[in-house]
């Protein structure tokens, strides 16, 4: 969040460019006191620190006009030119110099009327390859229909695209029918046995579960935080275009980033671990398939004592096609059953890579 503070309002300086008496005050010297000639608005610049010459209650109400006629700057409230007696132009507003800004504590680069020209140049510069740009646009925007074979690449490209991906799609998908005969059977059932251990584990000590014990604590690093570490200040100066500039002090909170510690606990908590797995295996449709048979350690609930785990069943029918190649699919118990040895069956395989579809089966 920026906070603004207002630091008061002084006078632009002028210099004459007739009698050359130099630093007039662009509110107050509306003409030279020298020679009597009217000030000319785009001379205007910026006075050092030391030169400033402060507004009291000063009522801005906006930029000067800028006469068609003589060029002097007059008062917006002013219906005809002070200098000439022109009427006033609505468009014509004087040209104000850019904000400029210094570091808190800092003085600000010194300005002058070579300066002002500087930025006025700079400005019309702008002003006109503005305008070339838009004319260019316009003119490229009229003679686009006549310039047609410039797209006419790209759609070459595009549709060159289109194909190949068609291709790709084709040859993932595409699936042709071959017979299989069906080689043998075979089956995997698996149990995991879990251990009663004791674990050590580490958490914040907030979060350390109850049944913890053996409990050592740490204070360690848990993240950082942003801490406000006072602020960066610059002072703006703002051309008002009326003969006066405002000066507004601009500060930005800064920032530093802070360790945050907080407690970490490490302890020992007794867990049910997996510990190993058992496994009963087959290879044919003659033998039933079985659990392995646990022979578990006592059963009660203390350090060392064993549980049965999850089961886990895995049924593969083994298929050998025309050419030799042999593959697996898994299928539940009750369609593993289904196959018989010998057995031979119509099925889909991949276009591209052979692979047996265990789905279409
Ligand atoms: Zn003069
Ligand atoms: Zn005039």
Redesign the pocket.
Known sequence: MTRRRDLGTYQMLWDCAYCDTKKLLALDHRHCPGCGS?QDPERRYFPSDEEKVAVEDHQFVGADWQ??????P?ATGAEF??????GKDEEASVMQRAERSAAAGEAFAEDSVDQAKEEVRAHRRAEREARQAEYEARRAAAGGKAVKGKGGGKSKVLLILGVVVIAILFLMFWKKSATVTVDGHSWTRAINVEQFQSVQASEWCDAMPSDAYRVTQRRERSGTRRVQDGETCRTVQQDQGDGTFKEVEECQPRYREEAVYDQKCYFNVDRWVEARTETASGASLAETPQWPALRLQQTSRRLGAEREGERSERYVVTFRTDGGETHDCAFSEAKWRSFSVGQTLEVKVGGVTGNLRCGSL
């Open positions: 009217p006469c068609a006629a003589c060029e002097s007059n030119c002070v200098n000439c007696g022109a």
